[in-house]
């Protein structure tokens, strides 16, 4: 069982940054995908960012050039640095972990973090 623990969301205004964090509570394997997930009010889940086994790198076309995903070497800590925040940034995001990056929405495929909450006030 894997637990994920996000943190470093809060409040500010647009254009203006903001850097999320998630410990893993384990070590994940070489072969896990991280990512973030964001929920608006009445919106559904969506993969912002994610960090494939490999390296790779994938973003949801509205935070691309905004956010940026890293990861540690030992894979325990997933980071998520935003910056020109906009209004329509506002959600809960969550920390995701799953054996292949198209699994990271798929429940029980996943793990899912608590969320840490981001509000861009314009």
């Known amino acids: 069982q894997v637990q994920l623990e996000e943190s470093g969301g809060g409040s500010v205004q647009a254009g203006g940054s903001l850097s999320l964090s998630c410990e893993s509570s384990?070590?994940?394997?070489?072969?896990?995908?991280m990512g973030w997930l964001r929920q608006a009010p009445g919106k559904e889940r969506e993969v912002v960012a994610y960090i494939d086994s490999d390296g790779t790198t994938k973003y949801e076309d509205s935070v691309k050039d905004r956010f940026t995903v890293s990861q540690d070497n030992a894979k325990k800590y997933l980071y998520l640095q935003m910056s020109s925040l906009k209004p329509e940034d506002t959600a809960m995001y969550y920390c995701?972990?799953?054996?292949?990056?198209?699994?990271?929405?798929?429940?029980?495929?996943?793990?899912w973090g608590q969320g840490t909450q981001v509000t861009v006030s314009s």
């Open positions: 384990t070590y994940t394997s070489n072969t896990y995908c």
């Open positions: 995701a972990t799953a054996g292949d990056c198209g699994w990271l929405l798929s429940r029980p495929h996943s793990y």
